[in-house]
Every structure is written in C-alpha cells, then in structure tokens.
C-alpha cells in the first residue's frame, strides 16, 4: 500500500522510534501516547485490520504478543501491568488502516471503552 | 485453580450467558457492559494473564483471535467497528486474574486508556 504510513515506517521512508523488529513485524513508539508507555506493533506485511486475520495467517497474532510480552518485560510494566489493544473499524477507534496492537503502560490505565 | 470464576464458568459451576464454545476456548457476556455488545473470551485452560503466553501456547491468541471475528460478524458491528482488549496486571485494569479478551462494540467507543 503506497499511501500507508505504517507500510512507509516499515521501509524507513518515515522516521519512527523503532524498539523493535524482525523479519514479520516492527514495533516503535506512538507519536500521540495515550501513556508512558505506548509502543505499536506490526505486521510488516498490509494487513488491514484483524479481520484480515484467518486460519492461514492467525500464527502472526500468537507473535505480535510474545514481541509484546519481550517488550512490556524490558519495559519494566510486565508486572506493574500494562494493556493490549486493537480497534478495528470507525467504532472501534481504528485511525490508521494497517494492522496494528498498543501496547499502553506505565501508570495505572483508566477504562478502555 | 478451584477459586477462578472464569473456570468455575468454564466447569459451568457458574452461570453465564455462554455465546461461543469449542475444546479450547469459551465465550460469554460480560455481567457489567462497558458498550451494547461486551464479550469475554477465553481459553479453557487457567493462565493467569497474556505473561502467560510463550512460543508453546501461542497458537491459542491466534484462535482466540478467529473467535472474536467470528463473533463480531454474527454481532452484526464487524463493519461498523469493535475493539479487542487485554488487561495485564493491576495497572492495565486486569480484575480476574484468567486471561481474557474483551471484545466491545455496538457503539462508537471512547479513549482506551
């Protein structure tokens, strides 16, 4: 997706703080965190959103939370506590349209709705 | 772990409004809804929050992941919108200690933290 600013954060033509990456998915910090700590994660791949998750692809669901579990834990929030989010669509508060978690932390989260 | 409420749920010890089940993982109402539709998801098994999860039991947040679209499409708000939710740990909000996944939806949602 040309146009897609996450896919341009992926080939580096759009500067991010990157804390992470692999060959299948790129975690950098939020450029409007909601919280001390509020990291991204993504499939490097265009993914819409999790409705484009189905039976062929669902194993990169299970690996964007262990780089989420890798991250909370160097983090320092794993057993303060911290929060997973995804929204999907206009309802759900979806922005950008690339597949993407938050990861929110550092300070006691207020509700999520 | 004989004191959760999710497995006593699970055990159908306690009631619930059940929407979803299979070998792996339950779905039912939320009892105190954040939004029109409030599912908890869950894996039969106990862990305690998404910490639990390593490289062996990953392909559970996949399935997990199928589930909630599955459930968002007979809801009638995948198109419209929803959000997915974990809390992990006191600052992130988590209140059972059995993980969980809310999916929340059938308005336009708040903030998420």
New interface residues.
């Given amino acids: 997706m040309s146009d897609c600013i996450f896919c341009k954060i992926v080939k580096r033509e759009m500067p991010s703080q990157i804390v992470y990456e692999d060959d299948r998915v790129m975690a950098f910090n939020d450029i409007n965190p909601?919280?001390p700590v509020?990291i991204l994660v993504i499939p490097k791949e265009h993914l819409t959103n999790?409705?484009d998750?189905?039976?062929n692809n669902?194993?990169?669901?299970?690996?964007i939370?262990?780089v989420?579990?890798r991250l909370?834990r160097e983090k320092g929030?794993?057993?303060?506590?911290?929060?997973?989010?995804?929204?999907?669509?206009?309802?759900?508060?979806?922005v950008v349209y690339h597949l993407h978690y938050?990861l929110?932390?550092?300070?006691?989260?207020?509700?999520?709705?």
Avoid at 104 to 113: D, P, V, Y
């Fill in positions: 909601l919280a509020h999790v409705l998750i189905n039976e669902a194993d990169l669901i299970g690996h939370h262990l989420i579990n909370a929030i794993a057993e303060k506590g911290f929060r997973i989010v995804t929204n999907c669509n206009p309802e759900g508060g979806q938050h929110i932390g550092g300070e006691k989260l207020k509700n999520f709705a």
